[in-house]
């Protein structure tokens, strides 16, 4: 305890510089508690506001996907790289050692696999042990247009109310059927949903036309979903092209855990993420690498 006989008279009080207020970088998050900032900043990086996410939660719904057989030997290496994990509780436990700095953003909704109708989720998680693993926000599929629309719906709601009442982000992520347009139209709609009922951030498909009109039109961050593995350059140009149109970073998966050298693609990806590079510098940046290793 503090000898309170020496106690002296504070002076240091600056009367002359008002404390300073500051407001929070990320798009539509400044009026959230303190605690969902911090965890959105340890998502989305304050410098460049954006966030490289690797999503490798691909086995809750379809098993052990290419480039996912072995997470500890695939996936472990190119951690240091990413800013952020998307990934299922059981992977967490199982091969992710707790000493880890990056963020975990957890897979929350589930129950269903390939052999049936996908939208029919759930939450598969409970909030308690997304408190317990320290997630920073909280994955739910949102399936605007599919069979379980509502109920996936519902799960998100759901997930916002209780994240909400301990500080933990939401992450809408929207799925699209197979019979359905990927379209400005469609991801306009599906993201809004999203964001008007709570979601504190949305993951998108990039589209050709249109995408900075998703967007603009989305109060929140949007990140941008990888999808199916195209060429190297091919993924480095989408993901130039979504964070240019206003997405506030990427969530991708397989062209990165598939690509003929993940290490070289995830530090391609980053360095249009946080540093603007052009798709045709960063595409040099994965060569150079791809040669290193
Ligand atoms: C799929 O349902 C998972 O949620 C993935 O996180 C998502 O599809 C992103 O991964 P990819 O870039 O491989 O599409």
Request: one cysteine or more; glycine letters at 8%; a neutral charge.
């Amino acid at each position: 305890m503090p000898d309170v006989d020496e106690l002296k008279e504070g002076k240091k009080y600056y009367t002359d510089t008002p404390q300073k207020t500051e407001g929070f970088f990320l798009k539509g998050s400044n009026s959230l508690d303190w605690g969902m900032k911090n965890r959105l900043g340890r998502i989305f990086n304050p410098k460049s506001g954006r966030t490289v996410m690797l999503a490798i939660d691909h086995g809750y719904f379809q098993g052990p996907t290419t480039g996912l057989e072995r997470i500890d030997l695939n996936i472990m290496p190119l951690v240091p790289y990413a800013d952020t994990l998307m990934l299922t509780r059981g992977i967490l436990r199982t091969i992710v050692p707790p000493s880890i700095s990056q963020s975990i953003v957890m897979r929350v909704s589930g129950g269903t696999s390939i052999l049936k109708e996908l939208s029919n989720e759930e939450i598969a998680v409970g909030i308690e042990d997304s408190i317990r693993m320290n997630v920073s926000a909280m994955a739910v599929q949102v399936f605007i247009g599919g069979e379980y629309e509502r109920q996936s719906i519902i799960n998100m709601t759901r997930m916002v109310d209780q994240g909400t009442r301990y500080g933990i982000p939401t992450l809408a992520v929207t799925a699209v059927g197979k019979d359905m347009a990927r379209d400005a139209r469609y991801f306009r709609l599906a993201t809004r949903i999203c964001a008007e009922l709570g979601a504190h951030y949305v993951k998108s498909y990039y589209i050709e036309e249109g995408f900075e009109t998703v967007t603009a039109s989305c109060p929140v961050p949007i990140v941008m979903a990888g999808g199916k593995k195209i060429p190297e350059k091919d993924a480095l140009k989408m993901a130039y092209n979504a964070v240019q149109q206003g997405a506030s970073g990427v969530d991708m998966g397989r062209n990165i855990f598939q690509s003929e050298s993940p290490v070289a693609m995830i530090q391609a990806v980053k360095a249009i993420v946080h540093e603007n590079e052009t798709p045709e510098k960063a595409f040099d940046l994965y060569n150079t690498l791809k040669r290193e290793q």
